[in-house]
Nanobody
Framework: QVQLVESGGGLVQAGDSLRLSCAASGRAFSTYRMGWFRQAPGKEREFVAAISWTGGSTSYADSVKGRFTISRENAKSTVYLQMNNLKPEDTAAYYC???????????????????WGQGTQVTVSS
């Protein structure tokens, strides 16, 4: 199994930036893909971004494309989510997730990711 710990959330104003980090342990980090999801109160958990095991391939939800960037540093077993030009609708708890069954492309449904962090809150005020 994989243990994941997120950090970097906070309260910001619209237009600001934040960088989330997720540190992984328990399994060779460079062998599986990673993802970021978010969940707002009263809503289902939704896909934000994913990255392949090498970092060479990424995918994004349409709502964040052009504003968010996912990256990974395998030497540090860490995945990042750089969030720019934040909007109030980005307010949510953000979770990183690991899919140890795939290193490259795969489904973006939450069920495809078997390991989850505890989440970090991002609040964007208008």
């Amino acid at each position: 199994q994989v243990q994941l710990v997120e950090s970097g959330g906070g309260l910001v104003q619209a237009g600001d930036s934040l960088r989330l980090s997720c540190a992984a342990s328990g399994r060779a980090f460079s062998t599986y893909r990673m993802g970021w999801f978010r969940q707002a109160p009263g809503k289902e958990r939704e896909f934000v971004a994913a990255i392949s095991w090498t970092g060479g391939s990424t995918s994004y939800a349409d709502s964040v494309k052009g504003r968010f960037t996912i990256s990974r540093e395998n030497a540090k077993s860490t995945v990042y989510l750089q969030m720019n030009n934040l909007k109030p609708e980005d307010t949510a708890a953000y979770y990183c997730a690991a899919d140890i069954t795939r290193g490259y492309f795969g489904p973006t449904a939450p069920q495809a990711f078997g390991s989850w962090g505890q989440g970090t809150q991002v609040t964007v005020s208008s």
